[in-house]
């Protein structure tokens, strides 16, 4: 009995020693935002695919069947030394471009693309493609692909395009 | 006690979550009918004027808030009055930051619908006049 009442006593002595009378609040609290934080740790972004707002990539971007190029009208920057969302070195994005929808049939759904055109070179040459889809009569100028789109750029002369998703078109 | 520790941090991680999105159709509206000139953070850029920052300052006046309706890119869109509505309160709560003064009303489907059958004709000259006028109003407070 002596034993486990000094075995005891010295346990609790120690305890009361090392811990402070807040010390499990203080635990409780870190817990607590701690696990609330998890979800904000780029863990959890880094999903890929799955989000809803990225698309399920297959095709080859240098070639004019590629999803994203549906309603493209102009040189692939793919085969410019660009890629489908950059420009190629020494040109310039237009920050106004024209806008519209490409279905992805790898996933099945309908992106908004973003058709931003790369300016201050003469015409790329290569890899032209005029898919068309949706292209409105100029009369309705935010859906034509057949004004030259280098407008808020320094210079106006087009090189080739790009397709980038911007995001996920809902049906009408 | 633990209640009042407990629901911050419950509103706290709906939050961080945040999975839930209803203000996908409009940022989808403003995409295809406006994003292509006004550019994804309505910075605008050349001749398109910037909307971040400054589209709030037409409120200060109703001829201004008529104006942002019957601008031919609202008026002749292709959106319902009700979606163009919908794009034009969510111009103001993500761009107009401190350009606004007064709180500010959303517009409605059915304040929108008589403004955008008078488009403006002439733009430019109009848009000026109007934030000459504005100007000058602040100026004389």
Known sequence: MNF?????????????????????LKGLGALLV??????????????????????LEEGDPSSCDYWRYCAID?????????????????????PVTWIGTC?????????????????????????LCMRDEGDRPVYR??????INWCLGTSSASYHCSTAIVVGVAFDD | MARLILLPIFFWSALALGTVDDSGRVVFDYQMNCQGCHTPDGAGAG???????????FLQSQE?????????????????????????????????????????????ASE?????????????AYRERLLRAIAGADARE
């Open chain 1, 141 to 146: 100028p935010d859906k034509t692909n057949d």
């Open chain 1, 34 to 55: 701690g696990g609330a934080s998890i979800p904000l740790l780029p863990v959890a972004r880094a999903a890929g695919n799955e989000s809803p707002g990225r698309p």
């Open chain 2, 64 to 108: 201004g808030r008529e104006y942002l309706v019957r601008v031919p890119g609202s008026a002749t869109s292709a959106l319902s009055d009700e979606r163009l509505a919908a794009v034009l309160n969510w111009i103001m709560y993500e761009f107009a930051g401190d350009s606004l003064q007064s709180p500010f009303i959303p517009y409605t």
């Open chain 1, 4 to 24: 486990f009442d000094k075995v005891f006593e010295q346990r609790s002595r120690q305890l009361a020693q090392r811990s402070s009378r807040r010390g499990l």
């Open chain 1, 74 to 94: 102009g040189f692939l920057c793919d085969c410019c030394g660009g890629s489908a969302n950059t420009c190629p070195p020494g040109t310039e994005m237009s």
């Open chain 2, 47 to 57: 001749s398109v004027p910037a909307m971040k920052g400054h589209v709030g300052v």
């Open chain 1, 103 to 127: 279905h992805n049939p790898a996933d099945g759904r309908n992106y908004v693309i973003s058709y931003n055109d790369c300016c201050g070179k003469s015409s790329c040459g290569a890899c």
């Open chain 2, 112 to 124: 929108v619908a008589p403004l955008r059958e008078k488009p403006l004709n002439e733009v430019d």
